[in-house]
């Protein structure tokens, strides 16, 4: 099982430039979400999903938005890339409510200049 | 509302030393709990989850938490560091049958020889 699969691997953006960050998982999970991992503050949840179609905000969503056109694939956007942004990014699918657990993916390091 | 509390953001034990890392939650139902790892430069895979029942849960890799609802903690416990053990961990709560989890900010054990 290759379960959650994200690329790229490593990103360098200029200030300004748009991009994808691709997200997919092959366990037919009905959550997804997306985190930012910054040094002291732990994983933020940036937007969720909890099938497709619906998308929802977390706690961090500006200057990035999400869809889920399938059960498979939740892409990040970043509009206009920031400074701000940089940091590395977590997908994770879940198989439901309450007491399953989340699973992730390896990461995206992304760096804005 | 859910929130959870790391206290340290670095521990140092010496090698065969006990394993002690500390976590506080707070949650308005009772909570599903979680521990995470992440090594260097990889995604975050799961310890152990406490749901229901036996408040003793024993995870991977040796490693066991408690939940106590009275002190509203989870704190991970192993009775013997071993090098491998150096890496981050994440404790995080998931109040019922909410979706999103939340993650305090980490803390980074460091095993010395």
């Known amino acids: 099982n290759a379960g959650v699969t994200q690329t790229p691997k490593f990103q360098v953006l200029k200030t300004g430039q748009s991009m994808t960050l691709q997200c997919a998982q092959d366990?037919?999970?009905?959550?997804m979400s997306w985190y930012r991992q910054d040094p002291g503050m732990g994983l933020r949840l940036i937007h969720y999903?909890?099938?497709?179609?619906?998308?929802d905000q977390g706690e961090v969503p500006n200057g990035y938005n999400v869809s889920r056109s399938t059960t498979e694939d939740f892409p990040l956007r970043l509009l206009s890339a920031a400074p701000s942004q940089t940091s590395v990014y977590f997908c994770?699918?879940?198989?439901?409510?309450?007491?399953?657990?989340?699973?992730f993916g390896q990461g995206t390091r992304l760096t804005v200049v | 509302a859910q929130s959870v509390t790391q206290l340290g953001s670095h521990v140092s034990v010496s090698e065969g030393a006990l394993v002690l890392l500390r976590c506080n939650y707070s949650?308005?139902?009772?909570?599903?709990l979680f521990w995470y790892v992440q090594y260097p430069n990889q995604g975050l895979q799961l310890l152990l989850k406490?749901?229901?029942?036996?408040?003793l849960v024993k995870g991977i890799n040796g490693f066991e938490a408690e939940f106590k609802k009275s002190e509203t903690s989870f704190h991970l416990t192993k009775p013997s560091a071993h090098m491998s053990d150096a890496a981050e961990y994440f404790c995080?709560?998931?109040?019922?049958?909410?979706?999103?989890?939340?993650f305090g900010t980490g803390t980074k054990l460091q095993v010395i020889p």
């Open positions: 995080a709560v998931r109040s019922g049958g909410y979706q999103k989890v939340t």
């Open positions: 999903s909890v099938g497709a179609g619906i998308t």
């Open positions: 406490y749901t229901t029942g036996a408040t």
């Open positions: 949650s308005s139902v009772p909570p599903y």
């Open positions: 994770a699918s879940t198989l439901g409510q309450g007491r399953t657990e989340a699973f």
């Open positions: 366990m037919n999970h009905e959550y």
